[in-house]
């Protein structure tokens, strides 16, 4: 149980377009579900927290207008990384909580997002 | 905002060999998990730790939980080229009130165990 899966799992896009990664609980409803970014060999730096059918809490230093989050419904969770740059070119990762108790997170397999 | 700093970031050891890692804040955690990530994936959890002075254990790996609940250590035994990774702790932070959890990763330790 508490699995959770990302697509894509890579995605190659060009400078200027957008692109949106899904997260999905597949067996499980999740409140809260949680962004995350990892640069090669580095930790994970949390982008955002989402919970369902509010706006999502963004980390100091990460622009909303530009990793737009959507927490629809309460299996779904996406990011769109608009008007992508280079610099965009991460390893995206996001994670979701079983209801509102308890703190373990389940990780989904991450989205390698290149933009050339 | 707690920060969390692990030790030692790289440590490449033979197999057979006896490893410990430390997760260490500034602040007190409320609980602790150690995640094990492989490159491409997702991280996957190993053991949350919530009791100061806790100590559990995952077959050949230890995990412990400072008394003070500022700390933890995780020690694996007879490392496997299995074992290889990056291993990460990480806290959560109860910020207001209402319940807002924000989580925080540890910098990370890079384990190779060399066959």
Known sequence: ?????????RVICKSGTSVKIECRSLDFQATTMFWYRQFP???LMLMATSNEGSKATYEQGVEKDKFL?????LTLSTLTVTSAHPEDSSFYICSAKIGLAGDEQYFGPGTRLTVT | TQLLEQSPQFLSIQEGENLTVYCNSSSVFSSLQWYRQEPGEGPVLLVTVVTGGEVKKLKRLTFQFGDARKDSSLHITAAQPGDTGLYLCASHQILHSG???KVTFGTGTKLQVIP
């Open chain 1, 69 to 73: 989050i959507n927490h629809a419904s």
């Open chain 1, 1 to 9: 149980g508490a699995v959770v899966s990302q697509h894509p799992s």
């Open chain 1, 41 to 43: 060999k580095q930790s």
């Open chain 2, 99 to 101: 319940g807002y959890q």
